[in-house]
């Protein structure tokens, strides 16, 4: 499975942004996606993951109420709406597609990862 992101780029706080990732390949394998970020020095962090259906979803609490995830139903492409950016939002996010219930992104790895495209939020 191949995961390209896109989207990113430069905001200003209080910015809103949408990434996309499109998938590839076996997809079928790896049906649930979603979304991870990684600032310099910090840990990966879970934000968002969705079913294959795009009706299940799962937030991480730092994000839940701010960004959406979102899919049309069956296709291998979603989306990140991500509102009322923050400087502390700055950071590569990722998309990763598994098999993982999504209710265990938080504690587990999925399969697949996109390369990820950079958020940068300014004050």
């Known amino acids: 499975v191949q995961l390209v992101e896109s989207g990113g780029g430069l905001v200003q706080t209080g910015d809103s942004l949408r990434l996309t990732c499109a998938a590839s390949?076996?997809?079928?394998?790896?049906?649930?996606m979603g979304w991870f970020r990684q600032a310099p020095g910090n840990e990966r962090e879970f934000l968002a993951a969705?079913?294959?259906?795009?009706?299940?979803?799962y937030y991480a609490d730092s994000v839940k109420g701010r960004f959406t995830v979102s899919r049309e139903n069956g296709k291998s492409v979603i989306y990140l709406q991500m509102n009322s950016l923050k400087p502390e939002d700055t950071a590569g996010y990722y998309c990763?597609?598994?098999?993982?219930?999504?209710?265990?992104?938080?504690?587990?790895?999925?399969?697949?990862w996109g390369q990820g495209t950079q958020v940068t939020v300014s004050s």
């Open positions: 390949g076996d997809t079928f394998s790896s049906p649930r």
């Open positions: 969705i079913s294959l259906s795009g009706i299940s979803k």
């Open positions: 990763a597609a598994g098999v993982q219930a999504i209710q265990r992104w938080g504690a587990l790895d999925p399969d697949y």
